[in-house]
């Protein structure tokens, strides 16, 4: 799951093949990643369970995308910055395809980073996933639901096999 040794955590294969979701992956965290790969540089790597593609690993990295929504209603802007996660390597497919959107991205300690909202196309022929899959954090998401008065969120995440 971490390809350093040099990583503080280690990925522990639950007994009951069910990992246990604790928790959240501090901000700070998502923007500047603790964990080192193989060639020593700083990443994170998750993974989510989709609807179209299933369960598939990931690179959560500091690559940052801005999302302005607009509202007819409302004269100003909100933007929420959206994570961006590329494939686990060069040979892997992408880490979302059309029907993932909603899953929930994690890292292997299971805390929860983000909920995955899209991503960009591939090639229809070569790589018919998305190469850069985008999620929103999920601190801005539990801010965000602070601010509409709704504080303590009764979340209950549903395992499926």
């Known amino acids: 799951m971490y390809p350093n040794t040099a990583n503080r955590h280690s990925f ?55 999302t302005r929504y607009y509202f007819s209603n409302n004269p100003g802007e909100e933007f929420s910055w959206e994570w961006a996660i590329p494939p686990y390597d060069s040979k892997s497919s992408g880490f979302s395809s059309a029907g993932d959107s909603g899953s929930i991205v994690v890292d292997g300690r ?5 909920l995955l909202t899209g991503g960009t196309r591939g090639d229809a ?25 709704i504080h303590r969120p009764n979340i209950h995440v549903a395992l499926t096999a």
């Open 110 to 114: 299971g805390r929860i980073g983000g």
């Open 125 to 149: 022929v070569f790589r018919p996933s998305c190469d850069i899959t985008y999620a929103t954090p999920i601190t801005f998401l539990l801010d965000r639901m602070a601010m509409h008065g």
């Open 12 to 66: 522990k294969f639950p007994p009951d093949r069910l990992l246990h979701l604790r928790g959240t992956i501090p901000e700070n965290e998502l923007a500047y990643p603790t964990d080192l790969d193989i060639d020593n540089e700083h990443n994170m790597v998750v993974l989510k369970r989709g609807l179209t593609t299933g369960l598939t690993f990931g690179r959560g990295n500091n690559i940052r995308s801005v």
